[in-house]
């Protein structure tokens, strides 16, 4: 079964601050790759899928690339809305996993 | 625009079975390449993917769940499902649905609200 793991777990940035969110799969799965993003205590919301398609309506400071095992999430300029939690998921076939998450705090 | 709700008992003995409905509004659960899947959350940790079932009923599992966990469709009511049996503690979480149809320029994806469940006698 495919593994997906992110990093860092978790980081503090300013606003305004470029922050790069790491994702890899332990094995290739083109570009099947989604990112959601969890604010506390809401649903989580797709932000990018295909690893680097935007979706509708998502702010143009988020951008996805990658392909195969490594997939990087940008937020160009960081914004007070922007403190969530940031999740990767593969859809390639049969399992959906899930990344471990990584946590966005401002500092 | 498409709507999913979750329903269910909130709280279910150890042993048990916890049983959770997923009901669709605003679209048709057989729409055409629509995974149906469902997701939890325990408390404070992140998200781990249950299991799904595709548009033409296929399903597939977490491999970790997979011997406790049934997920069907009633086309009838426009309604999935989430059957899981022997309950420990450890199954305490929110329980989200959702639908999603992925593709290379268009993706629909729909969440329920969740439902928390607590599994306790």
């Known amino acids: 079964d495919i593994q997906m793991t992110q990093s860092p777990s978790s980081l503090s940035a300013s606003v305004g601050d470029r922050v790069t969110i790491t994702c890899r799969a332990s094995?290739?799965?083109?570009?099947?790759l989604a990112w959601y993003q969890q604010k506390p205590g809401k649903v989580p919301k797709l932000l990018i899928y295909?690893?680097?398609t935007l979706q509708s309506g998502v702010p143009s400071r988020f951008s996805g690339s990658g392909s195969g095992t490594d997939f990087t999430l940008t937020i160009s300029s960081l914004q007070p809305e922007d403190v969530a939690s940031y999740y990767c998921?593969?859809?390639?076939?049969?399992?959906?996993?899930f990344g471990p998450g990584t946590r966005v705090d401002l500092k | 625009q498409v709507q999913l709700q979750e329903s269910g008992p909130g709280l279910v003995k150890p042993s048990q079975t916890l049983s959770l409905t997923c009901t669709v509004s605003?679209?048709?659960?057989?729409?055409?390449?629509?995974?149906w899947s469902w997701i939890r959350q325990h408390p404070g940790k992140g998200l781990e993917w249950i299991g799904y079932i595709y548009y033409t009923g296929s399903t597939y599992y977490n491999p970790s769940l997979k011997s406790r966990v049934t997920i069907s469709v009633d086309m009838s009511k426009n309604q999935f499902s989430l059957k899981v049996r022997s309950v420990t503690a450890a199954d305490t979480a929110i329980y989200f649905c959702?639908?999603?149809?992925?593709?290379?320029?268009?993706?629909?994806?729909?969440w329920g609200q969740g439902t928390p469940v607590t599994v306790s006698s």
């Open positions: 998921q593969k859809y390639n076939s049969d399992s959906f996993t």
């Open positions: 295909a690893a680097s």
């Open positions: 959702e639908g999603t149809r992925w593709g290379n320029y268009e993706t629909f994806d729909y």
């Open positions: 094995q290739g799965i083109s570009n099947y």
């Open positions: 605003g679209g048709s659960i057989s729409s055409n390449g629509y995974y």
